[in-house]
Nanobody, 127 residues
């Protein structure tokens, strides 16, 4: 059974940092591209970042470029999102998601391009 468990969310002041983790199980983790997707209060899902199976290709939404860093450890079946210089607009529920499509958007979120998601971890940026 494919499963993802996210952790690392919390409340932080503007300018602060958090590191999100996503523990994957039930499949060959290194064979799949992975993305982080977020959904803020009253908003639709927003694609944040993606990384290919080997970790050599990385993509970011313009809204987080230069502040967030995606990485993975295939030996541990872990996906990470280091978030620095956090802003109130980063407040959202953050999900890790497995890419199922042969090609997928690196700028928008299309749910038909993914097949499994975690339960999400809440990030709140507020003073």
């Amino acid at each position: 059974e494919v499963q993802f468990v996210e952790s690392g969310g919390g409340m932080v002041q503007p300018g602060g940092s958090l590191r999100l983790s996503c523990a994957a199980s039930g499949f060959t983790f290194s064979s799949y591209d992975m993305s982080w997707v977020r959904q803020g209060p009253g908003k639709g899902p927003e694609w944040v970042s993606a990384i290919n199976g080997g970790g050599s290709s990385i993509y970011y939404a313009d809204s987080v470029k230069g502040r967030f860093t995606i990485s993975r450890d295939n030996a541990k079946n872990m996906l990470y999102l280091q978030m620095n210089s956090l802003k109130p607009e980063d407040t959202a529920l953050y999900y890790c998601a497995r890419v199922s499509a042969a090609t997928y958007s690196k700028s928008t979120y299309s749910p038909n391009e993914y097949d499994y998601w975690g339960q999400g971890t809440q990030v709140t940026v507020s003073s």
